[in-house]
């Protein structure tokens, strides 16, 4: 019973652990809304082709949600993102002692605890064509639970939905963040 305890417990820790966090900042000193047209950034940075256009999709939905509109000729805005994923093994060593005899050779070892945490971070930022001053940037991290599998597809296939998630969450503050 101690041990279902103890697992539950761990699993309700991390649970928190892995939750999107988005956040985001911009140039108060900048009308946002002033701006209609983007474009994107060069060059689009390497990975996987099928997550890159995933992420433009929902980058570009999101943007033409706010009213703004796609124009290479003369945009207003330069659209630029980056995404990364740093991959950890977390390990626990739990132990149980006697508490009415606390004591090194009272502990009783339950054994070592270990799962793979992988932290994906997506960052989009907009940057003015004019002053080529940064007027928006948004980071999202704990977008990704796990790491590249070596199969493309799959891999598209399991990080759409995140991807999609976090852009809204960072176009929900959009202007400004509130």
Do not use: C
Request: hydrophobic content about 40%; charged content about 20%.
């Amino acid at each position: 019973m101690k041990k279902l305890w103890l697992l539950l417990v761990l699993v309700m820790a991390a649970l928190p652990v892995s939750a999107q966090k988005v956040k985001v900042t911009s140039d108060r000193n900048v009308d946002l809304t002033r701006y209609k047209t983007y474009a994107w950034a060069d060059p689009i940075p390497p990975g996987n082709p099928m997550v890159l256009r995933t992420i433009m999709s929902a980058i570009d939905e999101e943007l033409t949600a706010k009213g703004l509109k796609l124009d290479d000729a003369q945009p207003e805005l330069r659209v630029s993102f980056f995404s990364n994923t740093e991959s950890d093994l977390h390990v626990d060593y739990p132990s149980m002692s006697n508490p009415t005899a606390p004591s090194i050779s009272n502990v009783i070892p339950a054994g070592s605890l270990s799962w793979p945490i992988t932290k994906g971070t997506l960052a989009v930022g907009l940057v003015d064509t004019v002053t080529k001053n940064s007027v928006w940037r948004a980071t999202a991290s704990h977008t990704l639970e796990n790491g590249p599998t070596g199969n493309p597809t799959r891999d598209a296939k399991t990080v759409e939905k995140p991807i999609r998630k976090a852009v809204v969450k960072m176009f929900k503050q959009f202007p400004h963040p509130k």
